[in-house]
T-cell receptor, first 114, second 110 residues
Framework: GAGVSQSPRYKVAKRGQDVALRCDPI?????LFWYQQALGQGPEFLTYFQNEAQLDKSGLPSDRFFAERPEGSVSTLKIQRTQQEDSAVYLCASSLVGSGNTIYFGEGSWLTVV | GQNIDQPTEMTATEGAIVQINCTYQ??????LFWYQQHAGEAPTFLSYNVLDGLEEKGRFSSFLSRSKGYSYLLLKELQMKDSASYLCAVRNGGNTPLVFGKGTRLSVIA
């Protein structure tokens, strides 16, 4: 596609509910990143894929967070048993491989846990 | 550890020039990026520096000094639409994820 596409754009979840957030990266982009952004803060790294391989998941805040990219394209970030502190914008980004390559962001999935 | 510092807020007048500073202390360095983010929107790429010096792109310029762990973003001829958050981000190495600062919220006033 023309840009990074994320869905849902907005999600309200009841505490304890599981949510799944989808990211469709730019076609041909090998690298895919997930970030969490709280209001008024910069994006915080969660996890990173190169093709289908999850190379770094050090930023995932707990074992309730899980990400996958089974075919090296679309990725899903799953949050189990959501808690209020999970409320944030979840940004997905993609890029070509190479240190100088720009990372392009989607518009994010706004999660509110009530 | 990783530490990227930038001012929280700045205000500048329409038509003026503003400089947003960023200092970083990271475990490695393989490039510094600046992004612009309007409220409720995705961050959009502005500039990339990997060597020391100034990169100019229209009204926006970005400077890097690796020895000082310092960068700035310079915005000239400010317009109201430049009111946004400006994010400084560092790549530690290879194709690793970017580490972001907390962002500087710029307000452009008439």
């Amino acid at each position: 596609g023309a840009g990074v596409s994320q869905s849902p754009r907005y999600k309200v979840a009841k505490r304890g509910q599981d949510v799944a957030l989808r990211c469709d990266p730019i076609s041909g982009h090998v690298s895919l990143f997930w970030y969490q952004q709280a209001l008024g803060q910069g994006p915080e790294f969660l996890t990173y894929f190169q093709n289908e391989a999850q190379l770094d998941k050090s930023g995932l805040p707990s074992d309730r967070f899980f990400a996958e990219r089974p075919e090296g394209s679309v990725s899903t970030l799953k949050i189990q048993r959501t808690q209020q502190e999970d409320s944030a914008v979840y940004l997905c980004a993609s890029s070509l491989v190479g240190s100088g390559n720009t990372i392009y962001f989607g518009e994010g999935s706004w999660l509110t846990v009530v | 550890g990783q530490n990227i510092d930038q001012p929280t807020e700045m205000t500048a007048t329409e038509g003026a020039i503003v400089q947003i500073n960023c200092t970083y202390q990271t475990s490695g360095f393989n490039g510094l990026f600046w992004y612009q983010q309007h409220a409720g929107e995705a961050p959009t790429f502005l500039s990339y520096n990997v060597l020391d010096g100034l990169e100019e792109k229209g009204r926006f310029s970005s400077f890097l000094s690796r020895s000082k762990g310092y960068s700035y973003l310079l915005l000239k001829e400010l317009q109201m639409k430049d009111s946004a958050s400006y994010l400084c981000a560092v790549r530690n190495g290879g194709n690793t994820p970017l580490v972001f600062g907390k962002g500087t919220r710029l307000s452009v006033i008439a």
